[in-house]
């Protein structure tokens, strides 16, 4: 059985930084996609691609409005992925999920995930 637990969204100012973690089980995040994805205020029915990691830890995407500034790591230890947010601004005030994706290609469409998490709120104020 798949699970997945996102935590570490918060509220913090625009510029500010947080790290947002997925601890997964039942599942390798080595051998799959994790993907994390957000859906903002008045949006939720849109669930944002932001930034997944497959096959390998040079294996990365990011959606263009969080390149340079969001990094995606994981930790086979703790079969735990996280998102490293810096620079923040309003804009990325979301609910943030992550996702697993079988296999290795790199996507940030959801509908290519099949299992997910119960979101993280993050909140930047201005």
């Known amino acids: 059985d798949v699970q997945l637990q996102a935590s570490g969204g918060g509220l913090v100012q625009a510029g500010g930084s947080l790290r947002l973690a997925c601890e997964v089980s039942?599942?390798?995040?080595?051998?799959?996609?994790i993907g994390w994805f957000r859906q903002a205020p008045g949006k939720e029915q849109e669930r944002e691609g932001v930034?997944?990691?497959?096959?390998?830890?040079?294996?990365?995407m990011y959606a263009s409005s969080v390149k340079g500034r969001f990094t995606i790591s994981r930790d086979r230890t703790k079969n735990t992925v996280w998102l490293q947010m810096n620079s923040l601004k309003p804009d990325d005030t979301a609910v943030y999920y992550c996702?697993?994706?079988?296999?290795?290609?790199?996507?940030?469409?959801?509908?290519?995930?099949?299992?997910w998490g119960q979101g993280t709120q993050v909140t930047v104020s201005s």
């Open positions: 996702g697993v994706r079988l296999g290795w290609r790199m996507t940030l469409d959801p509908s290519e995930y099949y299992a």
């Open positions: 039942g599942i390798s995040i080595h051998e799959n996609t």
């Open positions: 930034s997944c990691v497959a096959h390998s830890d040079s294996a990365t």
